[in-house]
């Protein structure tokens, strides 16, 4: 199984950092799974539509074609319909935009999550879902990664993926455990905006946070459980976000500068 991590979308508010859209691709065997979903093609052609000025601005949404999932993953030689499954974070627009490009996939979100995301809350957009995404709902499990909740997915790709309840940014908001060789991947989603939460209270972004976030005693208590992971599991737990561009890779950052001047096809 071959992991590539993918910036699928910027955002950029100032006077707070440029932010990536930091998605992974799993394959095996031909096959392919999406970690989140980025900023999508009918995003791009439709943005106020469907995401919506106020939304936008506030949190400086870019929108180029060559960053989607969609066109990343044609440019590495597959097809569309060969995502078969694309996991879930949480819904917010973000995160969700490129859904629609892939509307045979499987989608795998928590239960809490897809609830959240049906209410009619204002966060999340309802035109991403007008193509009815073919939803899987994961549910409350006994199941145990490390001494926390997981809710272990069956995907296409032979891997052992599974969702991390970590609450609060949204109410069904899930971390991804991705096991790869004699390690793990965590992607926390939303959990943490920057890395630098992991050490600290005491920075402008966790007001941002807090902000954002759904339930923040909620996310209060799943950043802490990060914090705790990373102590004790640090060296078998690689752990990174969707939206700190330092935690992108040197080859997925080259795929976000070459927006200053466009990839060429
Ligand atoms: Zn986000």
């Known amino acids: 199984m071959k992991v ?28 392919l799974a999406l970690v ?4 999508g093609l009918e995003d791009v052609a439709r943005p106020d539509e469907r995401i919506g000025r106020p939304a936008i601005d506030a949190a400086g ?6 960053l989607t999932a969609r066109r990343q993953i044609e440019r590495l030689g597959f097809e569309a319909t ?8 949480h819904a917010d627009p973000d995160h969700a935009g490129g859904l629609s490009d892939f509307p045979d996939a499987n989608v ?54 599974a969702l ?22 965590l992607h926390v989603g939303d959990a943490y905006y920057l890395r630098v939460e992991l050490s600290t209270d005491d920075h402008p972004v966790s007001a941002l946070a807090t ?15 990060l914090r705790r992971l990373h102590e004790e599991h640090g060296a078998a737990i690689e752990m990174f976000g969707y939206h700190d561009v330092d935690e992108l890779p040197e080859s997925a950052r080259d795929g976000f500068t070459s ?4 990839m060429p096809e």
């Open 164 to 185: 991390v309840p970590l609450f609060g940014h949204t109410l069904g908001h899930c971390g991804v455990a991705v096991r790869d060789g004699d390690r793990w991947l």
């Open 82 to 89: 060969d995502v078969r499954d694309i996991v879930l974070t």
């Open 36 to 39: 989140d979903a980025g900023i």
């Open 108 to 161: 795998h979100v928590a239960a809490e999550e897809l609830a959240a995301s049906k209410s009619g809350t204002q966060r999340y957009s309802s035109l991403q879902f007008t193509h009815e995404p073919r939803w899987v709902s994961h549910e409350p499990s006994s199941k145990r990664w490390f001494d926390i909740e997981c809710r272990p997915l069956t995907l296409a790709v032979d891997a052992e993926v």
């Open 259 to 262: 927006v200053i001047s466009p």
């Open 211 to 225: 902000l954002r976030a759904e339930d923040d005693a909620a996310r209060r208590q799943s950043l802490a459980i």
């Open 4 to 31: 590539r991590h993918l910036n699928c979308g910027i955002l950029h508010a100032p006077p707070g950092p440029q932010a990536s859209c930091h998605c992974l691709l799993l394959e095996d065997a031909g096959r």
């Open 61 to 66: 949404f870019q929108f180029h074609e060559h």
